[in-house]
């Protein structure tokens, strides 16, 4: 079973930059691809980046690209995510995730770390 943990939230102001960490644990950790989400108050689970474990090929959803950068470490069993020009709409619970195949939903999931953009 894999065991994923999110770390770097924080409080920010506009503008600023936060990088948040995800480590992966577990027996085998060998995924199709991990991926980043985000929940605001009252909001549904949102999709951000994803990227595959082998090739790092990374997708991001249109409000990010451009300010987000999703990355990973094969050798540490970590997936980052380096957000720059954060605005207030930022502000959410993030989320990293993990699937074992591009037929899957991703079923592993963190705890979140909260990230607090200020105006």
């Known amino acids: 079973q894999v065991q994923l943990q999110e770390s770097g939230g924080g409080l920010v102001q506009a503008g600023g930059s936060l990088r948040l960490s995800c480590a992966a644990s577990?027996?085998?950790?060998?995924?199709?691809?991990m991926a980043w989400f985000r929940q605001a108050p009252g909001k549904k689970r949102e999709f951000i980046a994803r990227?595959?474990?082998?090739?790092?090929?990374?997708f991001y959803t249109d409000s990010v690209k451009g300010r987000f950068t999703i990355s990973r470490d094969n050798a540490k069993n970590a997936v980052y995510l380096q957000m720059n020009s954060l605005k207030p709409e930022d502000t959410a619970v993030y989320y990293c995730?993990?699937?074992?195949?591009?037929?899957?939903?991703?079923?592993?999931w963190g705890q979140g770390t909260q990230v607090t953009v200020s105006s």
């Open positions: 990227i595959t474990w082998v090739g790092g090929v990374t």
């Open positions: 577990g027996r085998t950790f060998s995924p199709y691809e």
């Open positions: 995730a993990a699937r074992g195949s591009p037929a899957t939903l991703f079923t592993s």
